[in-house]
Each structure stands twice: as structure tokens, then as C-alpha cells.
């Protein structure tokens, strides 16, 4: 404000301050409606942990109608399939993104990408739909699973949502390479994928890192295909076979159970519980993205 | 879950202006009569039934159904955001206290009968299970199909998810046999499906499926399983007749509540229901109240 000159007009200092408060009004307000969602959610959430005991509370049964609150099978489903789904999605995000950028030719690269940003306006009903009648039933066969509705195929939805965002986050990072770093690889007689593999794709490493949260955090939140997909069987997961299980998310969880439960009972509370939990799972994901792309800045030249 | 969206949908048609409006006012002299009708999954597809016949014939009355289960529909009275809230389960004796709390007498309609259906997938050879083989399964005693004389095969559970009415009932009267001191649980290997539409799909894609779903639910994909009180039958289908006649054991009867005695427009609709509205009853997949002639 102060740097308005002091000869301006009054009419344009006026509208330019408040111009300026009008923007910074809407911005402090973001940030200040995140804050109070994550007050309700503490509000609601936090007498959760004195109502039932820490023992129980992080056991492995969960039958809310009979209060017996135990998260921890939720905690794990939701981590399992998350963590599933990137595996499978990162190296075919980074694979299709390398191609994208380095490999593809011109035309082809224009018609991929709109179509890669299609792949991300899929609704996840639709998906989820996708996964019961399609996946599911090749899960079972194929696999010899007892059913369709498992782990891994919650994960393979997932994995088919999460790679729009890989994609296009992954591709963004290799276009920020500096074209001397390729010239410099192929000056020094490396073919042309020894110079992507060793010199383009590490020097992106963290904006794929970057590509790698978001997706998971877009995995983490995903309701509605996964409660369509995974089964919904609150399981701890055991052994490896418990991939081919089916789990209960903790998203699935609060879909499902929100609309019946009675206000104020343990079992509302424990649903918003969960979201805390949840909350502060993409919080720190989040954080850890946020921290690979200052740590790329502050590396300098990469954007 | 899907099927209350598409019910909030539906009636989202029909509801037009109809926002709000308190219990109790519904009766007024106004032209045009509204109230919600909130509630039961189960019932949701008969409730629209009987709303869309109901405001045909009388254009000046306006009724908006949505799903959402059984207890939404009972919060929702508690909390006097509609004037019927339709339940395939009695409410608690909490419940009842709270909306006491709130000035509210719940008062109970029987509107209509529905069998629980056992399904299973059609190539499943079981033709028929005791209600104590169905308990044995649910809690996970029974893992494999050769144990109840089908193929072998692994045993995979499905049921609705804990908030709906049928799920309570079907613990009630299967898994816990009717016993008011059994503590028996669906096994945590049970998969809890969003929707009637999740255990249709499933029991249809997958042979070792074993399922339950009101009868009304139930296409001709699926295999009804005939359910025997007790091994020396008679081994029973859910039918109309065989549910009014008594012989098929896991019925139950549907209610709609309402916020202290009906008056006015409400209580002619509930008249209705009970009367006239029960030829509907059939062609829903359920079974009309006895002498009603539906």
C-alpha cells in the first residue's frame, strides 16, 4: 500500500487499496477455512480418545454398531491399498511420461496429453462400476482369489486414477529439464535412452517425487470406487495373501457408516476420529511434496 | 447407497417446493399438502410406488421420498426435518428416549411384510440350509461349501453394510438365532456391500458367494437358498404366501413412523398405505399385510 505514489490519484489509490484487501481477505480466508474445518474435525473427532480406551481404540476388530471401535485394521487397509496402487501406478506414470516428453513425436505427444487429462475427469463411480463388473470377476478367475473384491483390485482402480495426476506432474518436471543437460548427455557419446535413464530423469527426480505424493494423496482420499472395489471386510492384513483379500479404507468407512450413526454417540465420534487420522496422513504427505519441490528450488535451475 | 441417490433424484421430481416444513403443519388447510418421507433403503422402492400413485390421484398433496437407511430416517424424525421416516426395524428404546427429549412420540406403522432372501450364485449346488447352518456360516464356522453338502469351495460372506436395517435383523434372527444373550458377530471375514445392488452383482459374478437381501431385491440371476427352522425341515422359499402363512422364518414386518399421531393430509396417506396403497405391495417384491387383500 505504501508504495502507491503519493501524487496518484485519489480514486485510483482508493480502488487499488481496496482491490488489495479484497485479495487478501480471500486469501487469509482459505486458509482460514482449512483451519476451521480441522478445528470441527478435532471437535468432533477428539472425544473419540477419551471415550474408548488407546488399547482398544488401536485393536484389530472394528464393529462400531456393538462398540468395539478397533482402527487399526481400517489404518492398514487404506495403506495397503494406497501404497499398492503406486506401485503399480509409478513406474507406468514415469514410463508414460518419459515417452510423452523425450520419446514421442510431435503430433503424437499433442494428441496424448488431452487425452491423459481426459483419463482424470473419469468419475470414480464410473470407475468403480468398472472395477465390480469387469475387474473383479478377472481377479477372481485369473488369481483363484475366493473373491473379486480384494486389495488388489481396489488398488488397480486406484493406481488408473492416481497416474493422470503422476503423469502430468511427472512430464511437467521433465519439460523443466534444461535442454544443455541433453545436449551435454549426447555430447559426451551417450545414446539417446542412456541420456534420458541417467541424466534426464534424476535431474527431475524430485518433481517425480512431487508427481508420486500428489497421486498418493489423491489415492488416500478416493471413496467411492474403493468402497465399490476393495470388499469392505474389516481385515488386518496378515501375509502377502492379505493382498488378495479384501480390506476396509478408512474413506470407505466414513462413507458408509456416516449417514446412520447417531450424533454425538462414540461411534460418530469415532468416524471423525478417522478423519483426523486421515487428515493428518495427506497432511504429511502433503508436507513431504512441498518439501521436495523447495528443496528442488533451492537447488536452483530446475524451476 | 446407489439406490438412495437415485431415490433423492427421483424424488427431487417431485418435490418441487416442498422444502422444510415442520411436523405437525403438514395438516393444514393450505391447497397444497407436503411432507418428506425419509428412511429405509429396503422400503425406499415402495415408498416411491406409493407416493407417485398417491400424488397421482390426489395432485393437491406433494411428497418427497429419499432413501438413506433406516436410521437416517429415525434421526431425521428426532430431529423434526420430516413428518414419516420409514424403518425395517424398530427403533431403540434410545431412540425413543431422544426424540422423547425433543418433544417427539414416535408413533409405529406396519406399512408391509419382507422376507430376508438367502441368495447364492445359480451354478451353487446347496438347495437349502437350517437357520443353524446359516448362523455356523456367518460366524465363520463354516468356511467351506462341502461342509453344507455343496462343492468344495471357499465360503465368501457378503453382507449389507452395519448401518442398515437388514443387517441388524438378519444378526438378530440368523446369526444370533433369535437369542437376546448371544453376543455372536458376523465374522470379520464378511464383506460389507454399500448396496443391495453390490450383493446382486457379486452373488451373480461369483460361485462361492453367499448373500441376504429383501426379497423384493432379488433377480432372477440368483439362486434363492430355502431356509428350514430346523434339520428336519420343511426347508422353505421366501414367497408371499409362505411369508404370510408363517412358514418362512426370516421375515419381518416394514413401519413408517411419524411424529406423534398423524393428522390431516398424513394420516389420509397412511390410511391409504394401509388400505389401498397394499395392491402396490406385490409388484414391489414384497408382501402385502395380511387381510388386505393385495
Known sequence: MSSVPVRARRRTRFSEFALETLIRVLGFSTIGFVGLIFLFLLREGVPVFFEVPPGSLFSGRWYPTFGIFGTLPLIFGS?????????????????????????????????????????????????????????????????????????????????????????????????????SYRDAGLAMGATRWQTIWRVVVPAARSGILTAVMLGMGRAIGETMAVMMVTGNAAVMPSSLASLFRPVRTMTATIAAEMGEVARGSTHYHALFGIGIILFVLTFLINLAAATAIFQKKRKGGLR | MICACLAAVLSAGCSGRSTGGNAGSAGTTAPEAAFQDTGSDTLVNLALAWAERYMSENPEVRISVTGGGSGTGIASLINGTVQIANASREMSAEEIAEAKKNGISPVKFTVALDAIAVVANP????????????????????????????????????????NSGTYVYFLEQVVRLGNAKSKALFSPETLLMPSSQGIGTEVQQNPHAIG????????????????????AGPYVLPSARTVLNKSYPVSRPLYMYTAGEPTGAVKKYLDWIVSDGQKLVRDVGFVPLAGSGG
Open chain 1, 79 to 179: 495403506l495397503l491399498v494406497t501404497l499398492l496402487a503406486i506401485a503399480m501406478a509409478l513406474p507406468l506414470g514415469v514410463a508414460t511420461a518419459v515417452f510423452v516428453r523425450e520419446v514421442a513425436p510431435r503430433w503424437a505427444r499433442e494428441i496424448l496429453k488431452p487425452i491423459i487429462e481426459v483419463l482424470a475427469g473419469i468419475p470414480s463411480v464410473v470407475l468403480g462400476f468398472f472395477g465390480m463388473t469387469l475387474v473383479a470377476p478377472l481377479v477372481r478367475e485369473v488369481l483363484g482369489a475366493p473373491t473379486g473384491l480384494t486389495a488388489f483390485s481396489g488398488a488397480f482402480i486406484l493406481a488408473y486414477m492416481a497416474l493422470p495426476t503422476i503423469i502430468s506432474v511427472a512430464e511437467d518436471a521433465l519439460d523443466s529439464v534444461p535442454r
Open chain 2, 123 to 162: 451354478n451353487n449346488s446347496v438347495e437349502g440350509l437350517t437357520l443353524q447352518q446359516l448362523s455356523d456360516i456367518y460366524t465363520g464356522k463354516i468356511t467351506r461349501w462341502s461342509q453344507v453338502g455343496g462343492q468344495d469351495g471357499p465360503v465368501v460372506l457378503l453382507s449389507r453394510e452395519s
Open chain 2, 212 to 231: 441376504y437381501d429383501g426379497l423384493g431385491y432379488v433377480t432372477s440371476e440368483q439362486k434363492m437358498i430355502a431356509v428350514a427352522r430346523t434339520a
